[in-house]
């Protein structure tokens, strides 16, 4: 499929067959491409919590508007960042990289984000609605 294609073809599935079951390997394949996903710094501050548990997706379900896809899809991915990482010995993202940008790069994500949360909170990941004919 083309990306225009798929672009124009996405849409925000709300009824699901609750029987079906997307196999293992397909739901790896999805993951492996939504960490993909860029982010800031590329420090990849993202948690991606699937919840398998039926009464927890019920739980979730009560607190979510009552809608039925939360039980009713074959996932439920809940999707979390962590707004301290880039705190927590930022040199541990660019060990590999050169010293020279080691040297830029540390003291950069400091002065971005430290004291500013609306920054930290400004570059959270995106909420995307990604839903495949699966
Ligand atoms: C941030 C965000 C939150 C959303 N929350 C819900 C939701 O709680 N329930 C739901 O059925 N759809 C939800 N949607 C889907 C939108 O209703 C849907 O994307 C919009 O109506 C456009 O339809 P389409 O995605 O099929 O083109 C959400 C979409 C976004 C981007």
């Not at 999805?30 to 993909?36: C, D, G, R, V, W």
């Not at 990849?44 to 899809?73: G, H, L, S, Y």
């Not at 979390?80 to 080691?102: G, I, K, L, M, T």
Request: charged content about 20%.
């Amino acid at each position: 499929m083309q990306v225009n294609e798929a672009v124009r073809a996405r849409r925000a599935i709300k009824w699901y067959d609750p029987e079906h079951k997307m196999p293992e390997a397909t739901f790896e394949a999805l993951m492996e491409h939504a960490i993909l996903s860029p982010t800031a710094f590329n420090i990849q501050n993202w948690r991606f919590v699937r919840v398998t548990d039926p009464k927890q997706r019920q739980a979730i379900r009560a607190v979510a508007w009552d809608q039925a896809q939360v039980t009713e899809a074959s996932e439920l991915l809940v999707l979390c960042f962590d707004n301290r990482a880039w705190s927590h010995a930022p040199e541990r993202y660019w060990v590999h990289a050169p010293q020279e940008v080691q040297d830029m790069l540390v003291p950069a994500i400091n002065d971005y984000y430290g004291g500013k949360p609306q920054v930290v909170r400004g570059s959270s990941i995106c909420p995307r609605t990604m839903t495949l004919p699966l």
